[in-house]
């Protein structure tokens, strides 16, 4: 057996079996307590996982307090999982985010899908926005930090260590800079356009990189059009809504915040003339809307996750199916609507019925244009369905079908 500096967590009989496939998840009841109490284990320990055997599967690391008690980092005896294996999943991530982007603005680490589970860096040219999820790679920040800083040299880092799933991991909440210096916003690149982006106070790490695929779509749908855009943030679709030729763009958030930037990145792009941002709640300013007799040529749902635990499907669903339902009455004829969910729990078939369902309460019936998911940035993991959240529908909206 290979000597490993790690203690062994050994899994039950068969429980390696999902592990062998390719998934990167031990949850605690796969774990042969009486041969490896988890008690035995500080959170974020790392470990050597053994299947019930003995056979070494791999390294990664333990958090006793988690229904996801371990997750596998490394398969390779000769690598295991430390910090100079950081650095190295560092580089061949790098690799190929400089292969796909021409510019240095994308998801420079996607947890899993990038070997490194617990883990998201987001770049903004010289500087790094990092988050941490998990007792495992929280226990390695140090390490992460020197390898970033050996990979990229960065101008600044910044923790966002305040994601609520932390707290299922039993981690506090914190921001912090950890590098050098980080403004408050920074501007990135994104196809013709430039924005600005809040780090520290903006939402999740700052930009949503795994829409970018997607808005290259609108040009084909935007040219002349009024256009609406919901949950609009900082203006990420709208504002090149407004660059593709839309001759109006209403962008609709419920951050004054985000509004206020919206409307300073319309100016940045020379668009203000055509860029109207308002506040609000977008449920009732649909309403308003459609009481108030507005049309939009194009509507773009893009909403936050309605469904983040699996009990809440039903309830997300219905949510997702009523702003839609909403959105849809303001389209005339032969409009377009572009709707997205990055809610892991709505199915990618399952979110194009449900928006057919939308449209039959309104009398309209959609033909589905494309099918998109999440940008390149943001690649899938094939034996994680977990790291397949994004879904966005473009479907055309008409009458009498």
Known sequence: MTETLYKPLVLRKNEDRRLRQGHLWVFSNEVDTARSPLKAFAPGEAVEIRDHRGKPLGTGYVNPNSLISARLVSRDPRHPFDASLIVHRLKVALALRERRYRHPYYRLVYGESDGLPGLVVDRYGPVLVAQITTAGMEA??????????????????LWRNDAPVRELEGLPLYV???????????LLREGEAEFEVPLAGGQKTGWFYDQADNRRELPRLVAGAR?????SYVGGWGIQAALAGAREVWCLDGSADAVDLAARNAELNGVADRVRTSQGD???????????????DVVIVDPPAFIKRRKDLKKGEEAYRRLNQLAMALIPRDGFLVSCSCSYHMSGERFPRLLHQAARHVDRSLQVLRLGGQSADHPIHPAIPETHYLKAVFARVVWGL
């Open 227 to 231: 256009v609406l855009d919901l949950f």
């Open 140 to 157: 390695r920040r140090d390490d992460i930090l020197r390898a970033l800083d050996k990979v990229l040299r960065p101008s600044g880092v």
């Open 176 to 186: 912090e800079t950890a590098l050098g210096e980080v403004p408050d916003t920074v």
């Open 282 to 296: 977008a449920f009732e300013a649909l309403k308003a809307l459609r009481e108030a007799n507005e049309r939009f």
